[in-house]
């Protein structure tokens, strides 16, 4: 039994992992679209192949991707791949990942951008204080 795709679900869904707006879609597909046009071509099963091409183009994804993905299928292929035996690299090993250090690990450029102001703004103030207290001798 084959089972049919809903297309239009299959887009807001690649739509909704990117964090695009429904609005900010319509604007990059065109003058004649709007939230309310891109709404309901999301609830549409089959989407013509022009305009599949079209978001394809405008949201990076390959247009197979939304004729094809089947999130059913996908889940099983997932639960049936990864169980509580699944591993990856060290063999027999425990994983434990925080988000936050995973966070941290990513945005470390700017945390170092930011204490490297902080530095610079204590140092001036205390230039400043210096300034002030000869100031008043």
Known sequence: MEKNIHQGRNVKRFREMLGIKQEALALDLGDE??????????????????????????????????KNFDEEHAVTIISNTFNDEAFIGN???????????????????????????LKEKDDMMG???????????
Not at 42 to 65: F, M, R, T, W, Y
Not at 94 to 116: C, G
């Open 33 to 66: 679209w709007n939230q309310k046009k891109v709404s309901m071509l999301e609830q549409k099963d089959v989407i013509e192949d022009h305009l599949l091409k079209k978001i394809s183009g405008v949201l990076n994804i390959p247009v197979d991707a939304f």
């Open 91 to 117: 063999y027999g090993g425990t994983y434990n990942i925080n988000p936050m250090v995973e966070i941290i690990k990513l945005h470390e450029d700017k945390i170092a951008l930011y204490e490297r102001m």
């Open 127 to 137: 230039r400043l204080e210096g300034l002030i207290k000869n100031k008043k001798e």
